[in-house]
């Protein structure tokens, strides 16, 4: 299983933007709990695609969506 440099950065931005997002209105009190959710759901959800897609000979890539970003 590889990840290239640039999808390692982008699933760190989108790791960190979705902790924000999701730890928003009490960001002090949420946010320690907030990031371990997303950094567990999130990177075992990327992990398993990579899986599936070897499995089955498919190339599986995580790219950023700058514009979805902006608007979580």
Excluded: C
């Excluded at 499995?55 to 790219?63: E, H």
């Amino acid at each position: 299983m590889f990840f290239s440099r640039d999808e390692i950065r982008d699933i760190f931005i989108s790791i960190a933007a979705m902790t924000i997002i999701f730890a928003y209105p009490n960001l002090l009190v949420s946010l320690p709990a907030a990031f371990v959710i997303i950094v567990v759901s999130f990177f075992l959800r990327q992990i398993a695609q990579k899986i599936v897609a070897m499995r089955y000979g498919v190339k599986a890539f995580f790219k950023i969506w700058p514009f979805g970003t902006i608007i979580g």
